[in-house]
């Protein structure tokens, strides 16, 4: 029994070395934060130092009613949301309207000349108020999560419900105030201090960390999974295809050789994560933000992450000892990715409601429960208690089993030469070895 775990540790240790002392695994070691963080960092640049410049938008009012109340709304809006409460400094570029005469004839033409001049970078964009004023329409080539269209269909209804109001006898000086609105204050649920049980002043929510933080969690945890896991599954067809798992072989039987590799898959990701993790806190705390980190979760991170690159290790490592080239290896790299890739594609579902019906079914199934169950865990609402518990329970079940099916895959699979098998081989082989 001895020796069992023994030869394991030795292929592991003879594959953990050979990984983390090429220069390929240092440079990804640096290039994956450097993206990740560089592309976090160019938001939090962008944000302080935003483009100030007036955005001159034409205004058409076919309705000849509205444009003075247009003006007068928009330029209500930009005394009250440009400018920081505190400091008085401006943040957001300034609306300007500058009214243009409908022309008689086809409408389109005047369009088209409008067109061109947002093209030329003349004007921002365009609104057009149809006879009643009763409708209007946009006209922009800004990018899709631009806020101009709200801002300005805000702006229009503020103009029409004052044209609305004058009409029916208000004096034009008190619409403003009459459609002033009402500050809303976005709070925590109150909670009870579990030590003292005094009930916890409210608290106001921070819209930038209930976001940046879960997706920071989840995406740490899937980058360093991959990073210990995709290679793997070139690794083990290229000792495949150089004979190499043959002379391993001699020494260790298809499970050993196996294990000692997922192990050193677990490996190289844990010494990844101790990198990412002091240094996202020295990050951190050099912004003074480090109460943004959900230190009392790190357990949870480090078990997931466990978790997630054994079942990718041996997903791997079966699906490469499949393989009897490099090349077919990269075919396959989808199906490995597949368990991190769709919790990406359902991230943004999961924070809209992170305790609703769909959100709580993905985290508790097996393949996705890591990230899913991470980010849910990290976000404001938290989760209940029994479901990380549930999911842990899972994941351990789904791991078991992944690795037994991947194991008996491998002892077939490695020393087979020729076609790759299909599926219904690979199906074949894990049931009966």
Known sequence: MFNLPRRALLIAKRDYLTSVGTKTFLFGLVIFPLTFGGGVAAVVLIKARPDLRDRHVALIDRSGKLADFAMQAVAARNAAEMYETKTGL???????????????????????????????????????????????????????????????????????????????GIERSRAPAMLAAVMVDDLDLVTRDARTGAIREPVKRDKVAAMVVPISAMLLLLMIAMMGSVPMLSAVTEDKSQRIAEMLLGIATPHELMMGKVMAGVAHSLTASILYVAVGTVALIGFQVAGLAPV??????????????????????????????????????????????????????????????????????????????????????????????????????????????????????????????RLADLARWAVRG
């Open 90 to 168: 401006q943040v957001s570029p300034l609306y300007v309207i500058e009214p243009v005469a409908p022309e008689l004839g086809d409408p389109n033409s005047q369009r088209l000349a409008l067109s061109d001049r947002v093209r030329r970078g003349e004007l921002f964009g365009f609104i057009e108020v149809g006879d009643a004023g009763d409708a209007a329409s946009v006209y922009t080539n800004a990018g899709a999560i631009d806020k101009f269209k709200a801002w300005v269909t805000g702006a229009i209804n503020d103009a029409v419900k004052m044209e609305r109001l004058t009409e029916s």
């Open 296 to 421: 009392s979760l790190l357990p949870w991170f480090y078990v997931y992450l466990v978790a997630e690159v054994t079942m990718l290790c041996a997903l791997s490592a079966a699906l490469g000892a499949a393989c009897n080239t490099p090349q077919e290896a990269q075919n396959l790299v989808m199906v490995v990715l597949a368990p991190v890739l769709i919790p990406v594609l359902v991230m943004l579902l999961v924070i809209n409601e992170p305790n609703g019906p769909l959100a709580t079914a993905m985290s508790l199934f097996p393949p996705f429960t890591p990230l899913l169950m991470m980010m849910r865990q990290t976000m404001p609402g938290g989760v209940p208690p029994w479901q990380p518990l549930v999911g842990l329970a899972g994941i351990l079940l789904w791991v078991a089993a992944g690795v037994w099916a991947a194991s008996r895959i491998f002892r077939v699979a490695i020393l087979m030469q020729g076609q790759p098998p």
